[in-house]
Protein backbone atom coordinates (compact mmCIF):
# COMPACT_ATOMS: atom_id res chain seq x y z
CA UNK A 1 0.00 0.00 0.00
CA UNK A 2 1.31 3.22 -1.03
CA UNK A 3 1.27 5.99 1.54
CA UNK A 4 0.62 9.39 0.34
CA UNK A 5 2.49 12.36 2.02
CA UNK A 6 2.16 15.99 1.19
CA UNK A 7 3.17 19.22 2.12
CA UNK A 8 1.27 21.51 4.81
CA UNK A 9 -1.09 23.53 2.79
CA UNK A 10 -1.78 27.46 3.13
CA UNK A 11 -5.49 28.00 3.17
CA UNK A 12 -7.08 31.04 1.86
CA UNK A 13 -9.29 32.38 3.95
CA UNK A 14 -12.97 31.22 3.25
CA UNK A 15 -13.95 34.65 1.80
CA UNK A 16 -10.98 34.34 -0.38
CA UNK A 17 -11.85 30.76 -1.51
CA UNK A 18 -15.16 31.22 -2.56
CA UNK A 19 -14.68 34.37 -4.29
CA UNK A 20 -12.11 33.06 -6.71
CA UNK A 21 -12.27 32.76 -10.24
CA UNK A 22 -13.84 29.57 -11.97
CA UNK A 23 -11.21 27.27 -13.03
CA UNK A 24 -11.60 26.49 -16.83
CA UNK A 25 -12.65 22.58 -15.86
CA UNK A 26 -15.48 24.11 -14.89
CA UNK A 27 -16.37 27.00 -17.46
CA UNK A 28 -15.37 23.54 -20.21
CA UNK A 29 -19.01 21.98 -17.97
CA UNK A 30 -20.60 24.81 -19.00
CA UNK A 31 -19.81 23.84 -22.59
CA UNK A 32 -20.48 20.09 -22.26
CA UNK A 33 -22.12 19.12 -19.16
CA UNK A 34 -21.12 15.50 -20.22
CA UNK A 35 -17.46 17.12 -19.79
CA UNK A 36 -18.03 15.69 -15.76
CA UNK A 37 -16.65 12.34 -16.34
CA UNK A 38 -13.48 13.63 -17.17
CA UNK A 39 -13.41 15.72 -14.10
CA UNK A 40 -9.73 16.43 -13.18
CA UNK A 41 -9.22 14.95 -9.89
CA UNK A 42 -5.74 15.68 -9.55
CA UNK A 43 -5.66 19.34 -9.89
CA UNK A 44 -8.24 19.62 -7.38
CA UNK A 45 -6.46 17.90 -4.54
CA UNK A 46 -5.47 19.95 -1.73
CA UNK A 47 -6.69 23.46 -2.23
CA UNK A 48 -9.47 25.69 -1.94
CA UNK A 49 -12.39 25.18 -4.89
CA UNK A 50 -14.24 27.76 -6.13
CA UNK A 51 -17.82 28.17 -5.76
CA UNK A 52 -18.76 27.14 -8.69
CA UNK A 53 -16.20 24.18 -8.64
CA UNK A 54 -18.46 22.81 -5.35
CA UNK A 55 -21.40 23.22 -7.26
CA UNK A 56 -19.82 21.23 -9.73
CA UNK A 57 -18.75 18.49 -7.46
CA UNK A 58 -22.17 18.30 -5.68
CA UNK A 59 -23.93 17.74 -8.79
CA UNK A 60 -21.73 14.98 -9.88
CA UNK A 61 -22.04 13.11 -6.38
CA UNK A 62 -25.81 13.55 -7.22
CA UNK A 63 -25.86 11.97 -10.01
CA UNK A 64 -23.48 9.00 -8.88
CA UNK A 65 -26.29 8.34 -5.85
CA UNK A 66 -28.41 7.74 -7.59
CA UNK A 67 -26.84 6.29 -10.17
CA UNK A 68 -24.23 3.98 -9.24
CA UNK A 69 -25.29 1.09 -6.89
CA UNK A 70 -22.68 0.93 -4.52
CA UNK A 71 -24.18 3.24 -2.45
CA UNK A 72 -27.89 2.46 -2.62
CA UNK A 73 -27.65 -1.46 -2.24
CA UNK A 74 -28.90 -3.28 0.63
CA UNK A 75 -26.60 -5.72 1.16
CA UNK A 76 -25.95 -7.57 4.41
CA UNK A 77 -21.98 -6.50 3.83
CA UNK A 78 -22.94 -3.06 4.55
CA UNK A 79 -24.58 -3.85 7.84
CA UNK A 80 -22.01 -6.38 8.73
CA UNK A 81 -20.01 -3.27 8.40
CA UNK A 82 -21.73 -0.74 10.21
CA UNK A 83 -22.18 -3.18 13.05
CA UNK A 84 -18.38 -3.80 13.46
CA UNK A 85 -18.08 -0.03 13.41
CA UNK A 86 -20.19 0.39 16.43
CA UNK A 87 -18.73 -2.43 18.13
CA UNK A 88 -15.01 -1.08 17.82
CA UNK A 89 -16.42 2.60 18.52
CA UNK A 90 -17.86 1.01 21.62
CA UNK A 91 -14.84 -0.61 22.86
CA UNK A 92 -12.74 2.36 22.32
CA UNK A 93 -14.57 4.95 23.79
CA UNK A 94 -17.80 2.91 26.21
CA UNK A 95 -20.26 5.71 25.87
CA UNK A 96 -21.21 6.82 22.17
CA UNK A 97 -24.00 8.93 23.88
CA UNK A 98 -25.66 10.37 20.87
CA UNK A 99 -24.41 9.96 17.69
CA UNK A 100 -24.17 12.06 14.65
CA UNK A 101 -22.84 10.01 11.10
CA UNK A 102 -21.21 12.89 8.73
CA UNK A 103 -21.81 11.73 5.20
CA UNK A 104 -24.36 9.43 6.24
CA UNK A 105 -25.21 8.02 2.46
CA UNK A 106 -27.96 5.52 1.97
CA UNK A 107 -28.06 5.53 6.15
CA UNK A 108 -27.17 1.91 7.15
CA UNK A 109 -24.94 3.82 9.95
CA UNK A 110 -28.20 5.34 11.25
CA UNK A 111 -30.32 2.39 11.10
CA UNK A 112 -27.80 -0.21 12.36
CA UNK A 113 -26.23 1.69 15.54
CA UNK A 114 -30.33 2.66 16.50
CA UNK A 115 -30.78 -1.33 16.23
CA UNK A 116 -27.78 -1.66 18.60
CA UNK A 117 -29.62 0.97 20.90
CA UNK A 118 -27.38 3.97 19.78
CA UNK A 119 -29.59 7.01 19.11
CA UNK A 120 -28.02 7.85 15.72
CA UNK A 121 -29.26 10.59 13.32
CA UNK A 122 -26.67 11.99 10.00
CA UNK A 123 -26.64 14.15 7.35
CA UNK A 124 -24.85 14.05 3.61
CA UNK A 125 -24.79 16.84 0.99
CA UNK A 126 -27.16 14.18 -1.47
CA UNK A 127 -29.71 16.32 -2.46
CA UNK A 128 -32.01 13.22 -3.17
CA UNK A 129 -30.91 11.73 0.34
CA UNK A 130 -34.82 11.25 1.37
CA UNK A 131 -35.43 9.34 -1.20
CA UNK A 132 -32.64 6.90 -1.14
CA UNK A 133 -32.12 6.03 2.50
CA UNK A 134 -33.29 3.01 4.55
CA UNK A 135 -36.81 4.04 5.44
CA UNK A 136 -36.07 3.34 8.98
CA UNK A 137 -33.65 5.92 8.95
CA UNK A 138 -35.48 8.41 7.18
CA UNK A 139 -36.97 10.56 10.11
CA UNK A 140 -33.57 10.76 11.41
CA UNK A 141 -31.03 12.35 8.34
CA UNK A 142 -31.04 15.63 7.20
CA UNK A 143 -29.28 17.53 4.09
CA UNK A 144 -25.97 19.17 5.19
CA UNK A 145 -22.19 19.62 5.14
CA UNK A 146 -19.24 19.40 6.69
CA UNK A 147 -18.86 23.02 7.32
CA UNK A 148 -22.90 23.76 7.70
CA UNK A 149 -23.68 20.81 9.56
CA UNK A 150 -27.91 20.85 10.02
CA UNK A 151 -27.83 20.44 14.01
CA UNK A 152 -27.44 22.71 16.32
CA UNK A 153 -26.04 22.30 20.17
CA UNK A 154 -29.17 21.60 21.99
CA UNK A 155 -29.47 18.50 19.85
CA UNK A 156 -26.63 17.61 22.47
CA UNK A 157 -24.32 15.27 19.97
CA UNK A 158 -21.51 13.55 21.84
CA UNK A 159 -19.58 11.48 19.30
CA UNK A 160 -19.39 12.12 15.68
CA UNK A 161 -18.63 8.99 13.20
CA UNK A 162 -17.43 9.75 10.05
CA UNK A 163 -16.38 6.53 7.53
CA UNK A 164 -14.95 7.27 4.13
CA UNK A 165 -16.19 10.41 3.86
CA UNK A 166 -13.63 12.90 4.65
CA UNK A 167 -11.12 12.44 1.58
CA UNK A 168 -14.27 13.38 -0.56
CA UNK A 169 -14.65 16.98 0.88
CA UNK A 170 -12.84 20.02 -0.49
CA UNK A 171 -10.33 20.75 2.11
CA UNK A 172 -11.35 24.51 2.60
CA UNK A 173 -14.24 23.18 3.38
CA UNK A 174 -12.91 20.84 6.05
CA UNK A 175 -11.08 23.14 7.74
CA UNK A 176 -14.33 24.91 8.56
CA UNK A 177 -15.21 20.94 10.62
CA UNK A 178 -13.31 22.33 13.64
CA UNK A 179 -15.75 25.44 14.12
CA UNK A 180 -18.81 23.27 13.69
CA UNK A 181 -17.22 20.62 16.35
CA UNK A 182 -16.89 23.12 18.86
CA UNK A 183 -20.52 24.57 18.28
CA UNK A 184 -22.01 21.27 18.17
CA UNK A 185 -20.42 20.26 21.54
CA UNK A 186 -18.31 17.08 19.96
CA UNK A 187 -16.58 14.91 22.25
CA UNK A 188 -15.18 12.18 20.77
CA UNK A 189 -14.80 11.12 16.88
CA UNK A 190 -14.39 8.03 15.19
CA UNK A 191 -13.63 8.13 11.51
CA UNK A 192 -12.28 6.01 8.06
CA UNK A 193 -10.10 8.33 6.16
CA UNK A 194 -8.72 6.86 3.22
CA UNK A 195 -5.20 7.48 1.36
CA UNK A 196 -6.00 6.37 -2.04
CA UNK A 197 -5.73 8.09 -4.91
CA UNK A 198 -9.22 7.42 -6.09
CA UNK A 199 -11.72 9.06 -7.79
CA UNK A 200 -13.36 11.62 -5.54
CA UNK A 201 -10.67 11.87 -3.07
CA UNK A 202 -9.79 15.45 -2.96
CA UNK A 203 -8.29 15.62 0.45
CA UNK A 204 -5.32 13.44 0.89
CA UNK A 205 -3.12 14.00 3.33
CA UNK A 206 -0.93 11.92 6.06
CA UNK A 207 -2.53 11.40 9.75
CA UNK A 208 -0.54 14.51 11.21
CA UNK A 209 -2.64 17.04 8.98
CA UNK A 210 -5.70 15.21 10.90
CA UNK A 211 -4.07 15.37 14.39
CA UNK A 212 -3.84 18.97 13.48
CA UNK A 213 -7.15 19.54 12.12
CA UNK A 214 -8.94 18.17 15.08
CA UNK A 215 -6.59 19.89 18.03
CA UNK A 216 -7.80 23.13 16.55
CA UNK A 217 -11.01 21.98 18.71
CA UNK A 218 -9.84 20.71 21.75
CA UNK A 219 -9.01 17.01 20.46
CA UNK A 220 -6.29 14.08 20.28
CA UNK A 221 -5.56 11.30 18.49
CA UNK A 222 -5.98 8.09 20.52
CA UNK A 223 -3.37 6.65 18.89
CA UNK A 224 -2.42 3.95 21.85
CA UNK A 225 -6.08 2.72 21.37
CA UNK A 226 -5.35 2.21 17.71
CA UNK A 227 -2.45 0.25 18.43
CA UNK A 228 -4.08 -2.11 20.63
CA UNK A 229 -6.75 -2.75 17.80
CA UNK A 230 -4.11 -3.83 14.97
CA UNK A 231 -5.10 -7.64 16.33
CA UNK A 232 -8.64 -7.27 16.42
CA UNK A 233 -11.11 -9.19 13.35
CA UNK A 234 -12.59 -6.92 11.12
CA UNK A 235 -14.93 -7.66 7.83
CA UNK A 236 -12.28 -7.21 4.84
CA UNK A 237 -14.25 -8.71 2.71
CA UNK A 238 -17.24 -10.86 1.16
CA UNK A 239 -17.73 -14.26 -0.31
CA UNK A 240 -20.03 -14.08 -2.77
CA UNK A 241 -20.81 -17.74 -3.68
CA UNK A 242 -21.12 -18.48 0.68
CA UNK A 243 -22.83 -15.11 0.83
CA UNK A 244 -20.50 -14.50 3.61
CA UNK A 245 -18.61 -12.48 5.46
CA UNK A 246 -14.67 -12.82 5.10
CA UNK A 247 -12.65 -11.81 8.41
CA UNK A 248 -9.08 -11.02 9.07
CA UNK A 249 -6.78 -8.12 10.33
CA UNK A 250 -8.14 -4.61 9.49
CA UNK A 251 -4.81 -3.60 9.46
CA UNK A 252 -3.80 -6.09 7.21
CA UNK A 253 -6.61 -5.52 4.71
CA UNK A 254 -6.27 -3.67 1.43
CA UNK A 255 -9.79 -4.00 0.59
CA UNK A 256 -11.25 -1.58 0.39
CA UNK A 257 -8.43 0.34 -0.25
CA UNK A 258 -7.53 2.37 3.08
CA UNK A 259 -10.55 1.62 4.29
CA UNK A 260 -9.33 0.34 7.81
CA UNK A 261 -5.88 -0.39 7.46
CA UNK A 262 -2.43 1.82 6.83
CA UNK A 263 -2.66 5.91 6.87
CA UNK A 264 -4.91 7.67 7.91
CA UNK A 265 -7.22 4.68 8.06
CA UNK A 266 -9.21 3.95 11.14
CA UNK A 267 -8.62 7.18 13.56
CA UNK A 268 -9.84 7.90 17.18
CA UNK A 269 -10.41 11.24 18.55
CA UNK A 270 -11.30 12.43 21.68
CA UNK A 271 -10.89 16.08 23.99
CA UNK A 272 -8.53 16.64 26.34
Not at 102 to 125: H, K, M, P, Q, Y
Not at 183 to 189: P, V
Request: glycine share 8%; net charge negative; hydrophobic share 35%.
Amino acid sequence: MTTVEQPDVELPRPSEALSGAIDDWAAAFERDPEWHVRIPWESMRNRALSLREKQLLREFYSARYQTHSSYTARHPWHKTIARWRHEIARAVFGDLGKTLDGGCASGEVVSTFRELGTDCWGFDICPDLLDTVYPEARPYVRMGRMDAIPYSEVDGFRTLVSYDVIEHVPIDCLEQLPTELDRLGIQQIACVIAADLAEGHITIQNTAYYESLFARAGFRIVSEVTDALRSVPGPIGWIEDRQQVYWGSYEGSGNPPNAWNGVPGLLFFERG
